[in-house]
């Protein structure tokens, strides 16, 4: 399992998405530069242990009404190539030394891991100890799709075709065999659910990922982080390669 560092980061993660959040179409502030507190989350482990996984909730208060955003991340020793589009920034790391932070959606060990936890393949993580499973993240995943994507040992065998980020929020669109499309919609802005309410999860929605975060009043919300659906209309299986 990952180890968590207690240790300094410069710059931090907070001041990286302080500048990076603003530039995105899905953030909702409206001139003011944002003001960041870390809510919630969750991390997932590399089998390789090569990459760092984190689903990272930031509460931005600088608006009229605080507002959560949901951000997955992935932790490098070296550039992911191809991905520069997709980097938030570089840091120190007071014991791993330079680290490379992505916009984790481009990251094709963050997707497979992704999709490892709805397939009940992965345990989600604690987001700040060691060796600890985190309780409170729920995935799930249909009988078909799971038997499609996942082998016997546990590996998630897809290739991650296109990343469309819109107001909306980010879709990252993967193959899971030369046939067969899924879209991998995270929710950028995060909202409170019941979990008695029916209408939770899109009626289409064929896996999700839910956790909690918590609101400025101190209480704890859950809700969606990630959900699974079909491909946008006109998706090519030939198309291959990361998106921006």
Request: glycine share 12%; proline share 7%.
């Amino acid at each position: 399992m990952a180890v968590v560092h207690h240790t300094t980061l410069k710059p931090s993660k907070l001041e990286l998405l302080t500048s990076w959040l603003p530039t995105q179409p899905w953030y909702l502030g409206t001139g003011s530069a944002p003001e960041l507190t870390k809510a919630g989350g969750f991390r997932l482990d590399d089998p390789e242990g090569e990459v760092g996984l984190e689903f990272m909730a930031v509460t931005d208060a600088s608006g009229d009404r605080p507002v959560t955003y949901h951000v997955p991340l992935s932790y490098r020793g070296a550039p992911l190539e191809g991905s520069a589009h997709a980097l938030v920034g570089n840091t120190e790391h007071g014991v791993l030394g330079r680290r490379w932070i992505y916009d984790g959606i481009h990251d094709p060990v963050l997707i497979a891991q992704l999709f490892a936890l709805m397939a009940g393949k992965a345990q989600a993580q604690d987001q700040n100890a060691s060796d600890a499973v985190d309780p409170s993240v729920t995935a799930s995943f249909t009988a078909a799709a799971t038997e499609a994507s996942v082998s016997g040992g546990g590996s998630v065998a897809l290739t991650l075709v296109d990343v469309l980020n819109g107001p909306r929020g980010t879709d990252a669109v993967v193959a899971m065999e030369p046939s067969r499309h899924l879209t991998l919609a995270i929710h950028r802005v995060l909202q409170p659910q019941r979990e008695d309410d029916p209408t939770r999860f899109e009626t289409e929605a064929i896996g999700h990922v839910t956790a909690g975060w918590q609101l400025p009043d101190g209480t704890t919300a859950h809700g969606a982080f990630v959900s699974v659906g079909p491909p946008p209309v006109g998706t090519d299986a030939r198309r291959a390669g990361r998106g921006r």
